[in-house]
């Protein structure tokens, strides 16, 4: 079978993106399978998968992500979720909602974490939850990433209260380190109780499909992937003559304006999106919309060039 293009999965509890790539591979009895974006076995939602050649676009989605989630607080544990062993639990029914209010704003903006010590940032060639199930204690840099927006949804008092969070945010941000690390500025502890991506790379989880939802559609020779020019909209695009095309396809660099528009060609920039100053990648289209890869825009002595960068 012959697939390029995207799936939108909505990743179940209890298996590992890998695991889903595997499945995925086989219902689609595709061999190229790839994801974007990896999701903790405990975690649910949005789990881009690209099929085909389309693997080779993995690199070129967008990197912002959302989330909901829960934090539970009076409660620590080893792996920042419910899943590690408890180190710490002590009910706090006079943590109220105000409290909570006043301290989120300083998880919004550019932050630095440390990321959990089971998680898969890799120190020394090794993964953290690997050495952390050793036993073994490696100090981890802060990182930086940013939060643009929390939202809170709702709020369940008692003796461990719960908050439901909406949390957009960069790459690398981790979620149980926002609820780790809410707790302690709280005096209470904190834990990341449930959490589901509802966007990742373009994709939303109200256009995602389950494993089941993908079977039916296969069986009923239904299923339709996703195409790329439907997550890449976020780059410039540029639209090749039939002569560009041509000379596309055989792997030429092509001398185009600094628009960019190169003979007959238009550019299709969304105007939320100006076209940045070179090098930057460019969507490619023939004129009857079909795609042809992606080029890489630079500055040659005497003219803007647009350079192959993957070929369809």
């Not at 969070?165 to 449930?194: E, P, V």
């Not at 939802?213 to 410039?236: D, K, M, R, W, Y």
């Not at 560009?244 to 792997?251: A, E, H, I, S, V």
């Not at 999106?273 to 002595?301: C, K, T, W």
Request: proline fraction near 7%; aromatic fraction near 8%; charged fraction near 20%.
């Amino acid at each position: 079978m012959t697939i390029d293009g995207f799936l939108n999965l909505n990743k179940p509890a209890g298996m590992t993106s890998h695991d889903c790539v595997g499945r995925v591979r086989r219902l689609l009895k595709l061999k190229r399978v790839g994801h974007g974006g990896t999701l903790d076995p405990t975690v649910t939602g949005v789990l881009p998968i690209a099929l085909g050649r389309s693997t080779r676009l993995l690199q070129f989605l967008q990197h912002n992500k959302a989330y909901q989630g829960t934090i539970r607080f009076g409660l620590t544990t080893a792996t920042d979720d419910l899943e590690g062993e408890i180190i710490h639990s002590q009910p706090v029914p006079e943590l109220s909602l105000e409290k909570v209010q006043a301290a989120l704003p300083k998880f919004i903006g550019k932050i630095e974490q440390f990321p959990p010590s089971f998680s898969a940032v890799q120190v020394g060639g090794k993964r953290l939850y690997e050495l952390a199930r050793k036993g073994e204690t490696v100090e981890v840099a802060a990182r930086n990433v940013e939060v643009f927006r929390l939202e809170i949804l709702d709020w369940r008092s008692g003796d461990f209260p719960e908050l439901d969070l909406l949390i957009a945010c960069g790459a690398g941000t981790y979620i149980r380190a926002i609820a780790r690390d809410l707790g302690a500025l709280l005096n209470t502890g904190g834990t990341l109780a449930t959490l589901t991506r509802t966007e990742s790379s373009g994709f939303s989880i109200d256009q995602s499909l389950s494993f089941e939802e993908l079977e039916l559609q296969l069986e009923e020779n239904t299923f339709s992937p996703i195409l790329p020019s439907a997550v890449l909209g976020h780059l410039g695009a540029i639209v090749l003559s039939p002569e560009y095309t041509k000379r596309w396809f055989q792997g030429q660099r092509l001398p185009i304006p600094e628009t960019p528009v190169a003979g007959e060609e238009s550019s299709n920039n969304p105007p939320d999106n100006p076209i940045p100053e070179p090098p930057y990648p460019l969507q490619v289209y023939d004129r009857d919309g079909n795609f042809l890869g992606m080029g890489q825009v630079a500055n040659s002595e005497t003219s803007t060039i647009l350079s192959p960068q993957i070929v369809f």
